[in-house]
């Protein structure tokens, strides 16, 4: 008989859930993301995320895509012309009318539009070749998650955060703020592992825009977005921060997202 070895005594799901729910991240509900997607909308069709990203989806001979956490649509409507059949899923209604409008003037009719949340019964979602998703798994439990879109296409393709934190350690530190990071690609990869899945891997970057902003008080508030409640001494330390040193920034930043794909 072979002993499990010590790795194979760790649950990594278990892990997940217990970081996710201490992390100092909190969920977005679906109003918090129809703020995004006007911006989201300008931003990413030149974006060097979307060319990597499509670049790197093989399509083969499939007809059929499912986006979840479609956002704007960009990424799915950028592989369209090659397929039958492309669903964009998202709870978000303004990024859901993004999707309709970006389908529209390229002329496609064969996007639809599903107004659901990751978390919802998924019965009545299509079956696809393939599936994407990209930057949206930021879920309670992600293993459960994965199966359920697991079920949903024979090809997977998720890009999922290199690191636990969306805000610099020097921002943190101009606020004295200690966070508590989020679970990041390292979990995904373990979890799909123990599910006997082997999943080929590769790095994307997606240009930084969070803190891309035209004044301190823009400064702030993207701030909030990532960290939640900051009171008012937090604000004004932001403030001074800002224009004291990150309004001087001259580098561009990027994100890195691992790029995972598998076969279910
Ligand atoms: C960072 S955006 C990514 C959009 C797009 N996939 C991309 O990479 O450009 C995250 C998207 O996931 C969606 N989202 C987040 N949580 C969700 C949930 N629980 N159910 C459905 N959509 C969700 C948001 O509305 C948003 O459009």
């Not at 997606?206 to 400064?219: H, I």
């Amino acid at each position: 008989m072979l002993e499990k070895s010590n790795i194979q005594r760790i649950d990594f799901a278990e892990l997940y859930v217990k970081q996710k729910s201490i992390s100092s991240f909190k969920p977005k509900n679906a109003t918090d993301w129809d703020k995004k997607a006007q911006g989201l909308n300008e931003r990413i069709k030149n974006s060097v995320y979307l060319k990597d990203f499509v670049q790197k989806v093989e399509l083969g001979n499939a007809k059929t895509l499912l986006d979840i956490g479609c956002g704007t649509g960009d990424l799915s409507l950028a592989l369209a012309d090659r397929l039958e059949k492309v669903y964009c899923l998202d709870f978000s209604a303004q990024m859901l009318k993004c999707v309709r409008q970006n389908a529209k003037e390229k002329g496609f009719l064969h996007v639809q539009t599903l107004q659901k949340s990751l978390y919802d019964d998924w019965s009545n979602v299509p079956e696809c070749d393939i599936l994407i998703a990209s930057r949206c798994l930021e879920v309670k439990d992600l293993k459960n998650m994965l199966e359920k879109l697991n079920s949903k296409a024979k090809k997977v393709y998720i890009s999922y955060k290199v690191g636990g934190s969306f805000v610099d350690e020097d921002i943190l530190n101009a606020i004295d703020k200690t966070i508590t990071p989020k679970p990041d690609f390292i979990y995904l990869i373990n979890i799909l592992y123990q599910m006997n899945i082997f999943p080929k891997i590769d790095f994307i970057r997606s240009e930084s825009s969070r803190f891309d902003v035209k004044n301190a008080e823009e400064f702030v508030e993207k701030v909030r977005w990532s960290l939640g409640d900051l009171d008012k001494k937090d604000e004004e330390n932001l403030r001074k921060f800002y224009e004291k040193s990150y309004r001087h920034k001259k580098q561009k930043d990027y994100i890195r997202w691992a790029f995972i794909s598998y076969d279910t």
